[in-house]
């Protein structure tokens, strides 16, 4: 798995490719949590790029939605498709985290 991040709109837009499970996700985990440490409290994560996402991927969303939400920031999601929002869908993860069709629209109604 690759991610790379960037600013925009003051928004901290993590771009996530290839894989998120067992053997990836916590350093995607570890590296999002030094971000937030940083000061980034608004994040958007971009999966048009992930292929994959394991339970053990959920459970780093979920963690990383928490720190967040402790720091007073806030969480979005968009570019789901395929099997990874099969997985968000069946998790129910959309049910309590915004998720958006692209970047663009996360970044406008992303925070609230």
Do not use: W
Not at 17 to 24: H, L, N, V
Not at 51 to 62: C, D, F, T
Not at 73 to 88: A, H, Q
Not at 98 to 112: I, M, N, S, Y
């Amino acid at each position: 798995m690759k991610f790379v991040s960037y600013q925009e709109k003051g928004f901290l837009v993590v771009k996530v490719e290839g894989r998120m499970d067992i053997a990836s996700s916590p350093e995607f985990e570890k590296s999002c949590a030094t971000l937030i440490e940083q000061g980034h409290q608004r994040f958007v994560i971009d999966f048009s790029g992930l292929e994959y996402i394991s339970s053990a991927g959920l459970r780093s969303i979920l963690a990383i939605a928490k720190k967040l939400k402790g720091a007073g920031g806030s969480l979005s999601l968009c570019s789901l498709t395929g099997l990874v929002k099969e997985v968000f869908d069946l998790s129910g993860f959309d049910n309590f985290l915004p998720v958006f069709a692209d970047v663009e629209q996360a970044l406008a109604g992303g925070g609230k």
